[in-house]
């Protein structure tokens, strides 16, 4: 039985005492549950919040790292050096990224990797674009973001991942997919991996992202393939993000 995941992501959003404001009241109303809750934060922040954390049941990641353990890359961070902070998650791929900073499928899965060797969770993010879906290659492009991964890690590697479909027209927009919908594509993933292995598919966590909320959400986990929900914009208010972590549970 899969546990079910309801994961922040903060994206570029909050000052110093907002973070710590909006850590500090999700820490203080979640109550134990069945399902877990992870925020993924801004990596400057995480210091301040790994210490609030600490002793309580919410997990922290952050958004990007390098893959690189090290060396002449102004700018970036890399996934070994957050091995020193408590985190256990790391978003790989997600469409912001692809899109915005050039991240390729092949530096996704390079990303993947550094987690994997430092003992943090990927969660491979993948998803269409409108464009996309209208040509009906919905499930390709998805299929070729999960495979670029797989061959450079190989299958039983998703063993301690995560993926997390996010069509692109749903993220921010307010147009969630309708669970039919969602629950279509989930299916077909966890089928695409039961195809390479049957064990790794039945328990990969597969969540949903975008434009998840308070209201769409309860319909959204009760299908049978959704496993969690990566929420951005309804992560960033406390009671919104907790009522979906109490649907969850
Ligand atoms: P929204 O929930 O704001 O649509 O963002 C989804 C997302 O991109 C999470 O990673």
Redesign the pocket.
Known sequence: MRKKLI?G?W?MNCSRSEALQLASAIIASASESSAELLI?VPTIHLSDIAKLACNSHLKLGVQNAYWQKSGAYTGEISVSMLEDYQIEYL?VG???RRELFGDTNDEVARKFSAALECGITPVL?IGESLQQREQGITLEVLKEQCQSVIDLVGIKAFNKACL?Y?PIW?????QTATPEQAQEVHQSLREFFAQLDKDVAQGLQILY?????AANAEALLAQPDIDGG??????LKPDDFLKIYSLAG
């Open positions: 994961a992501n994206k993924c978003l997600h469409s912001e993010c997390a996010e749903a993220i921010g927009t307010g992202g975008g434009s998840m909320n990566l929420i951005g914009g309804a992560s």
